[in-house]
């Protein structure tokens, strides 16, 4: 490293604050501070500002419904499509010529949709659906990976109001049968497979195995030609090649069906406490009133940018930003389809030049991967046209912050780090680019018309430097309306814990930690239930654990996360084995693992499975957890005094420090 090098980096490491510059500000979507004070002191009707982003068929009578809360309804009466507003608008507009998608394909290959072919290959998509007996409210299944007709398939189901219901293809065939099966969902759209770092993976074998598991009659199963003469499958009766659908219905005109704003735009799945994952549901208005709003505000999104969110869409940030949000408001998604290491480690930043994009949005894990690659990478690239970037899904440490400050936006790019979830449709905490100084490490302020607070456990807020629990206190056009077919559950998970319905007062609880500073800003602390965050996914512990308890020679199990350098947290296993499996660890040890990888699929795969004859556990029996996730990330152990077996502890810390 030169002198000039590390003097930059000792300044930088020093500085705890940043200030976007006068040159981001002139342009930016949003940069009048008073926008907070609006929002308050217009509550509800603030969130006029969000609908006024969309073109409505009705339009709505009343902005908030909250009669009967915590079923809060928004922009009621309204009547919308999300494909109008997503496709047909802007050809209407006279922009029909410009690109809605820039799809790069991992082998290098690429496609390019403007919106009026996009448009075209939506309503053909549609009227093929149509064709199959898909009607109105009909929950349609989309397991694919990262191809264009992923969006088309949302988008084309969107068109008719037949809810999409996407499983990230990353997740087993026993994921894929839990979700269509709680969904009672009878159409399934799929892929032959897809391209994981040059080899093809085979997706429809896993697809059948899958499809094995649903309970009820699969109608009709759509299979997307990814790999064309790599993998030759036979289709079964019930199952139809995308194109060959798709050229007999060329040309359909399809009108996009008016929806009602409260109408269901979407379901997905996401992991909670319990082994059953929860059916998160969205809405047509509140939802893409919240997403476009976001996506003009946060990500300053403009009409004529190139935006690139390099999450998967199979997750909720590629729902909200790589489809819904950017395409509502008329600008360029990038879409790529592999790793950001094929066929070498600078292939974000072959794509960012290329494509010269604007704004940058992606995961703390994939940064500190690529701070561990090293700066080169990103050296030979012209990364100029970048304005700015954002991160998602997890907290970012200071360091891999000012990393991605210095090397991806040249210390001129804003950096919005965005907390928000599945739940909650869209971005939550987060600064204003153009509005707040950054400080890295800390997601920022509540978004204008949103009552986020860090409080203790009896809901008071704490003070300044103190942690506590994040609430949000008042309802937002994004949120989940309920999980499907389970008011209750949905209120349990969410509602019970600070909310005094006699009182019909009622607060949203995410399970977070978090603690908050002089000036507001709220420095996200992780999850504080059973679910844990690996490279930005959800996982839930007791998925994994319902996982290996099922593995016979098993008799219990306890996962939980530990630190890790990328990943942020890694799933950690103990388990106990019944009697007569004491001396066939490596046995059980791989059909674990296995187990693991078959209920919910390769982002799962544990760190370390460490076979104990006992289990730490309170005097009343509790297995105590924070114990082990000690021991998993390598810290202190502290107290051990109040267990029952407190020699255990170190038996196993032994274990894990010697793997
Ligand atoms: C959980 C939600 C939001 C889309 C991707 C994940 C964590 C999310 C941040 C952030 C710290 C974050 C929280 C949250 N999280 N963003 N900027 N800083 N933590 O959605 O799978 O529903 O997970 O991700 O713990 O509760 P999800």
């Not at 068929?57 to 915590?70: C, F, H, I, K, M």
């Not at 109408?263 to 969205?282: A, C, E, I, R």
Request: charge should be negative; proline fraction near 5%; aromatic fraction near 10%.
């Amino acid at each position: 490293m030169s002198q000039e090098d590390s003097n930059l980096e000792a300044r930088l490491e020093e500085q705890e604050t940043f200030e976007p510059s006068d040159s981001f500000v002139e342009q930016a979507n949003v940069s009048d501070p008073g926008v907070y004070e609006e929002f308050e002191e217009n509550w509800p009707e603030c969130w006029e500002r969000a609908a006024d982003l969309l073109s409505w068929d009705e339009e709505y009578d009343t902005v908030l419904e909250d009669g009967n809360a915590p079923f809060y309804e928004w922009f009621t009466g309204g009547e919308l499509n999300a494909s109008y507003n997503c496709l047909d608008r802007h050809v209407e507009e006279g922009r029909g010529d410009s690109v809605a998608i820039e799809w790069e394909g991992e082998l290098g290959e690429t496609r390019t949709y403007t919106y009026s072919e996009l448009l075209d290959e939506v309503e053909d998509f549609a009227a093929t659906l149509r064709d199959l007996g898909v009607e109105e409210n009909d929950i349609v299944t989309l397991y694919m990976p990262m191809v264009p007709e992923l969006p088309i398939a949302m988008l084309a189901c969107a068109r008719i109001g037949a809810p999409h219901s996407v499983v990230f293809a990353g997740f087993s065939a026993d994921a894929l049968a839990t979700r269509m099966n709680s969904a009672d969902s009878e159409y399934l759209v799929t892929c032959d497979g897809y391209y994981r770092r040059g080899d093809a993976l085979d997706h429809l074998s896993k697809t059948n195995e899958g499809l094995e598991g649903v309970e009820h009659e699969v109608s009709d199963v759509v299979v997307v030609d990814r790999l064309g003469d790599d993998l030759d499958h036979d289709l079964a009766d019930n199952q139809h090649d995308y194109d060959e659908l798709v050229a007999d219905h060329e040309g359909s005109t399809v009108e996009p069906v008016s929806r009602d704003a409260e109408d269901m735009l979407f379901l997905m799945y996401t992991s909670g406490t319990t082994g059953q994952p929860k059916g998160v549901k969205h809405t047509t208005g509140g939802y893409l009133a919240y997403t476009a709003w976001t996506s003009h505000a946060v990500l300053d999104i403009e009409a004529d940018d190139t935006y690139w969110c390099s999450a998967d869409i199979g997750w909720i940030t590629g729902h909200s930003y790589i489809v819904y949000g950017p395409l509502a408001l008329g600008t360029t998604s990038v879409m790529y389809e592999g790793t950001p290491d094929y066929p070498d480690k600078d292939r974000l930043w072959e794509i960012v030049e290329k494509n010269e994009v604007d704004i940058f949005y992606t995961a703390p894990t994939a940064i500190r991967a690529f701070m561990k690659w090293g700066a080169e990478y990103t050296e030979n690239h012209d990364l100029s046209s970048l304005r700015l970037l954002g991160t998602v899904g997890e907290p970012i440490n200071p360091r891999a912050w000012k990393w991605y400050y210095k090397h991806i936006g040249n210390e001129e790019c804003p950096i919005v780090d965005t907390w928000w979830q599945t739940e909650t449709g869209g971005m939550m905490i987060t600064t204003l680019p153009a509005i707040n100084e950054m400080k890295p490490g800390s997601a920022g302020p509540p978004l204008p018309g949103i009552d986020a607070r860090v409080v203790d456990a009896n809901g008071e807020e704490v003070d300044a430097g103190q942690a506590g629990y994040v609430t949000v206190n008042n309802p937002w056009p994004g949120m989940l309306r309920t999980l499907y077919q389970n008011d209750e559950r949905f209120i349990e998970e969410y509602w019970q814990e600070y909310s005094d319905p006699d009182a019909d007062e009622w607060v949203y609880f995410p399970e977070d930690g978090a603690k908050i500073d002089e000036d507001d800003y709220i420095t996200i602390l992780g999850r504080v239930d059973d679910v844990i965050n690996v490279s930005g996914h959800r996982l839930g512990t007791m998925e994994i654990e319902s996982a290996v308890v099922g593995v016979e020679g098993i008799a219990e199990a306890a996962v939980v996360g530990g630190d890790h350098d990328v990943k942020g947290e890694a799933v950690y296993v103990y388990a106990i084995p019944e009697d007569g499996y004491e001396d066939r660890h490596d046995e059980l040890e791989e059909k674990a693992m296995e187990a693991v990888l078959d209920s919910i699929g390769p982002i799962a795969r544990p760190e370390e499975i460490v076979f104990t004859p006992e289990l730490p556990k309170t005097r009343s029996g509790k297995i105590m957890r924070r114990l082990l996730e000690n021991i998993a990330s390598g810290d202190e152990l502290g107290d051990t005094s109040t267990l029952r077996n407190p020699e255990i502890v170190d038996e196993i810390a032994d274990q894990v420090a010697d793997d």
